[in-house]
């Protein structure tokens, strides 16, 4: 008997309004339609009415947990049209808070995923490394969230205890490298729960242009802090984990090696960081032109479209989010699958609706 | 170029000063971004890409909400981020239309 259900846009399977319509056989989930809207705040029309400055505070609150990211991209596309190079130590320190950003985006993804498995020891030891993060983060920028660290030509504050961070960052990669990636590797509950499940083909992630830890997962061997380098990713060693199944597990195992090395990249970081400036003074306007600026943020490629016409507001501000790319590839993924796994199918994409709907 | 692996990124619209629209399609090639662009008057139609990428599906629907871009050979096109009924076109400039 086949028939169709209605799941969200409030429902207990969803952290964020949206909405999944599933067409079952039996308990065989044969196709699969998405709604979403619900979170829509019209924040690129709000960004062509504000000024650049007030446009950067705006732009960091398109996500609660990407923040960081936002801001940078819009002042990565800014600096480009208004032709200002950056000094090397803001470069650094823009790295230092988004590979925080990434790893704290990983651990609380992770402890999510542990906790819809079943696996409620691992999500609370997960949580407790997130709060870590997000306690360096606050030291380094007095937010723990929305870190207000980017400004054009630079950052506002510096990495004033590197120590500190240095500490939290290897406390995280021994733990994430004893306990996270040893279960997700051969703990036999969380393989025979997410092993075949949710699983995107690596022509599926193409055709529809998957990005990050999800393209990485099914085989897309892309990263665009190596394939097409900003700041000083280009000075820095790193690789970028990659799995061939395309499933739930390979999503978790991507995104639990991409922890070990963002917490190599901090550290390297915080080594090679040059004495210097941390702004070129400030920037109220930028001249007439266009640009756009790509950037690895956690969840895959971040996609910003700017264009000045040289007055007070922008006349366009186009932002793509990772999450607007990787959540049609659900429909993708649940097809075939078990009614009862939709939930940790679509917790696999790491979904951020904020970020989606804007 | 989906058989060469490109993966569709962003599709841009924006309104141009005189009222007509400027779209612009973005492909990822191992890091190097592919760009298509083209200008049409408000009410003309712009070529789907969704037969052959599906992840086009919203991008499109998007710019008809903003920009109430309508898409030739698409079966139709309902509103991603409005609701059912809204009039698209929330970032058109009416009163640049109007001249």
């Known amino acids: 008997m086949s028939y169709r ?43 062509q009415r504000k000024n650049i400055t007030q446009a950067i505070a705006l732009l960091e609150r398109v996500c609660g947990i990407c923040s960081h990211v936002h801001s940078m991209t819009f002042c990565l596309a800014l600096e480009q049209i208004a032709g200002i190079e950056i000094p090397q130590r803001a470069q650094y320190v823009r790295i230092v808070v988004a590979e925080l950003e990434r790893i704290h985006s990983h651990l609380l993804w992770a402890g999510v995923a542990a906790e819809l498995i079943g696996f ?35 950052v506002n504050r510096d990495v004033d205890r590197p120590g500190e961070v240095e500490a939290a960052v290897r406390e995280i990669r021994e733990v994430v490298s004893r306990i996270l990636i040893p279960i997700v590797t051969t703990d036999a509950t969380v393989i025979a729960r997410c092993r075949g499940v949710g699983v995107l083909s690596r022509a ?3 055709a529809y242009g998957a990005v ?16 097409s380098p900003y700041l000083a990713y280009g000075a820095l060693n790193f690789a970028v984990p990659k799995q061939t199944e395309g499933d739930v597990l390979a999503r978790v195992v991507v995104r639990a090696l991409e922890i070990i090395e963002s917490c190599g990249i901090v550290q390297q970081a915080l080594q090679q960081m040059p004495a210097g400036p941390l702004h070129t003074g400030d920037t109220y306007f930028v001249p007439r032109g266009e640009c756009i600026a790509r950037i690895e943020a956690p969840r895959g490629e971040l996609f910003y479209y700017v264009a000045s016409d040289g007055g007070d507001t922008l006349s366009r501000v186009k932002i793509r989010t990772p999450s607007f790319a990787n959540i049609p590839t659900v429909v993708a993924m649940v097809k075939g699958s078990d009614l009862a796994d939709i939930p940790l199918i679509q917790a696999a994409v790491d979904p951020c609706y904020s970020c989606t709907d804007r | 170029m989906l058989d060469g692996g490109a993966r569709f ?8 000063p005189a009222g007509g629209l400027w779209l612009s399609w973005h492909w990822d090639f191992t890091g190097t971004l592919l760009s298509i662009e083209t200008t049409l008057a408000v009410g003309d139609l712009a070529p789907s890409i969704v037969d052959l990428y599906p992840g086009a599906d919203w991008a499109e629907r998007e710019a008809h909400d903003y920009y109430a871009v309508s898409f030739a050979n698409r079966f139709s096109t309902p509103p991603l981020v409005l609701r059912e009924g809204d009039t698209p076109g929330i970032l058109l400039n009416r009163e640049a239309n109007r001249s």
């Open chain 1, 120 to 154: 409620q020891t691992l999500f609370m030891q997960l949580f407790r490394l997130r709060e870590r993060v997000m306690d360096v983060l606050e030291a380094v920028s007095g937010n723990r969230v929305n870190y207000s660290m980017n400004r054009i030509g630079g």
């Open chain 1, 212 to 227: 990050g830890p999800v393209a990485r997962a099914s085989g897309i061997d892309i990263d665009l802090r190596r394939d």
């Open chain 1, 5 to 47: 259900i209605p799941i969200g846009p409030y429902h207990l399977a969803l952290e964020e309004p949206y909405k999944i319509e599933v067409e079952c056989q039996g308990e065989t989930v044969t196709g699969a339609s998405l709604k979403i809207g619900f979170n829509f705040r019209g924040l690129e029309w709000l960004a």
């Open chain 2, 9 to 16: 990124s962003a599709l841009v619209t924006r309104q141009l």
């Open chain 1, 204 to 206: 599926d992630a193409i």
